[in-house]
């Protein structure tokens, strides 16, 4: 049996126009130290003075330090349980603010 290249082509082309792929975006950072209940975040670059973190565990965080590649956050409950590997993303929720979640990576 002979593969012809010209079958293989259209085989793999037929695939990619049919593949189905849903994004989703979103502002990834990484708590790169924590300090006495105060976290900074490398990678979230659009994020506003005041805004609500969410860490692992169902902890808070309010971003007050803004600067060009980090920010500087005031964890609001018991820090001890994150860990400097908490990698905060950005939904947008469905009440129309944003809100930053994390999660460990």
């Not at 590649?69 to 947008?92: M, N, Q, T």
């Amino acid at each position: 049996m002979t593969i012809n290249p010209t079958e293989i082509s259209d085989i793999i082309k037929d695939k990619i126009k049919n593949l189905d792929i849903k994004t989703q975006s979103h502002n990834e950072g990484t708590v790169v130290s924590l300090t006495d209940g105060i976290a900074r975040i490398y990678g979230i670059t659009d994020a506003l003075q005041g805004e609500m973190l969410e860490f692992p565990n169902n902890i808070y965080g309010l971003a007050l330090n803004l600067e060009r590649d980090s920010v500087g956050a005031v964890i609001l409950g018991d820090y001890k349980s994150i860990s400097e590997i908490g990698v905060p993303a950005v939904p947008y929720s469905e009440t129309g603010y944003m809100q930053r979640s994390a999660t460990v990576g």
